[in-house]
């Protein structure tokens, strides 16, 4: 039967097991940093180390905090030559009670051709787009990235108001309209 | 929160169609729970929770010098309190600044002129000796939680609380010659007056979504909604006052019509509601003295 | 007045070294992320915790750990004195600061870089012994959000009236003027995060009352661990975990 642990309570000792989420060490000992249920799992076999893994869970929502290589859905506030600012409203599939700022740098804009970047060319304000963490970013925001081919803007709407259409990677078009807008387009397959 | 377009748009289709999120009708309220005598060292006291938003009443009854205009009636004390755990992330002083605009909606539902007479409380029968004591009711509200219709819960809690109010007897002695009366009060409870609350009016919060009319709107609902009429109703459909809220939406005249229609038809089964739970309350209390 | 009958008993009937009844309830409000009701004897204090969130301030946030923000109110009821002027007094301001000392020593806030974890107390009633239970429901509160920390933090006064020192002072004893002495408490690490003192003593009824105090910090700790793991047990087997 597994057991509930409260904060502070000793585990186990580093020397036998590894410390998992919901734990913290201090003087080689393994301690539990929230109160839920502990759970232990075995080790996978063929790996290095053969210790098996404490974690703690706990029942109830689990707070959600952008990472370092989250996929994040945020959108697009500001833009700059240098940078496209954006409101980061969802981590994975699970939404924010208050948005986080993220930056998308010139650099990280695409894989290929980097230098030749417009940012006005890549991304304009209220565009919804699909981003990765690379960095916890400076005072202000997290910096992430669309350098992949299914990363970038997943909705935008013309300037006749109207959702537009991606026709290529870097292009979509509105269908009231027919005019071509250039994006840098996520490839949703 | 966050609310996108797309979520406004739903709630408010929902609301033209009759429907809300969590089954209730446009007229229906969420389920009311009302406990007195919460607070052990106050004259009468009262908690209420309408879905997630919690209240705290306190009524302390205090032997003052009654006002120069009114030297035979008793006075009431409003003051409403916002807590920092209610969760309203207002900036800087928001929550005095909303705890002052509550308290003086709720003065405008219980108090009435200056000189006591057609109020919903006897103010009268408050008073001790004539011009030297009087008893003041100073009624403390504290808002806990909010989740839409705080108001409505306010004007509830106070009912109850006084409701639940004890006010001591007093024996009036003739001490000296310059007519200074010893006062002496009796602590035994079951010796207590307690106060005709009969005539306290409740408020209605009425709100304008799309074209429909709705009451109790939590904090979602709160967010996409027009105009917002508050009105005090008494057990018998009468009305005793109207505001519109400070920051609602214009508001055509014919519905005004309508939203005071709706607050009277309302009103009188809120608050049987209401006396209902006082009246299981205070039986279940009596039983808990006699044991 | 005495404080200590001959037989050896308080006003309320408690022993010196007693500490008063301790109740706790969590998951008191739904709107925040943890909440909890911490009640010793009349002393009822109720503390919700919003976060980790985003910074109100984004200039405030810290880039590598997280930012705790504690507020403190007490009702216009919680105390039977006459009313008195709301506002932030300067006592209420050192309370939120000692409360939010203790959280900082206690929660691992290098796991929440840029987030702010925001801590409201409220007081319902006030019985002497107002700061020790204030940190206990913030604690208890952190706890119920999930938020990850080092160690429990358990808190307790004690105070020296009549030449003995005697444990968890309600209102009518602190009201004297005497010594009173507030410590918190890491049970399982066992170090010492607050320690407050007022009034003058000698050396030895100091490390008396504080020894004293820290024992009482052991007990209440060991109430709150029992509420605790009752609370998530029994969670955990309505979902079925257990």
Known sequence: ?189 | MLHSKAERAYLQQGFDAGLRSDGRGCHDWRPVEVALAQLPQASGSARCCVGGTEVLVSVKAEVRTPTEEAPGCGGIQLAVEVSPCAGLRLQGRGDEELGAELTRALERCLLSQANGAGGCLDLSALCIVAGKSCWVLCVDALVLSADGCVLDALSIAAKAALADTRIPLVEVTQADEDGDAELELDDDPTHAARLDTARVPVLVTVSQVGAALAVDLNAEEGACAGAALEVAVDARGRLCGATMRAHSAPLHPSSLQEMLGLAQRLGPRLLRELDRQIGQSAAAASVAMQE | MEFVSPEGLRIDGRRPQELRALQCKFGVLSCCDGSALFQAGNTKVFAAVYGPRVADIRGQALHDRALIKCEYAHAAFSTGAARRRRGRSRKSTELAALVRGALEQTILVELLPRAQVEVCIQVLFADGGVTAACINAAMLAVADAGIPVRDMVAACGAGHLEAMPLLDLNHTEAATGGLEVCVALHPALDRVVLLQADAKASVDTLEAVTTLALQGCKAAAGAMREALLQHVRSLAARRGAI
């Open chain 1, 1 to 189: 039967m597994a057991a509930v642990v409260c904060p502070g309570d000793r585990l186990h000792p580093v020397a036998t097991h590894r410390a998992g989420s919901g734990t913290y060490v201090h003087q080689q000992h393994i301690h539990a940093s929230l109160v839920g249920v502990s759970h232990l799992q075995p080790p996978e076999p063929g790996s290095d180390d053969q210790r098996p893994v404490v974690s703690v869970a706990r029942s109830g929502a689990q707070p959600v905090l952008p990472q370092l290589g989250d996929l994040v859905t945020c959108k697009v506030t500001k833009v700059n030559p240098r940078l496209a600012s954006a409101d980061i409203l969802c981590v994975g599939n699970r939404p924010l009670d208050a948005s986080f700022t993220g930056i998308i740098r010139l650099q990280d804009v695409r894989a290929t051709e980097a230098d030749k970047v417009e940012i006005y060319s890549s991304f304009r304000p209220g565009d919804l787009v699909r981003a990765e963490v690379v960095s916890l970013g400076d005072s202000r925001s997290y910096f992430l990235s669309t350098a992949r081919n299914e990363l970038g803007v997943v909705y935008a709407k013309s300037a006749a108001g109207v959702q537009m259409v991606p026709i290529s990677w870097q292009e979509m078009q509105c269908p009231q309209s027919k005019l071509v807008e250039k994006r840098k387009v996520a490839k949703t397959a």
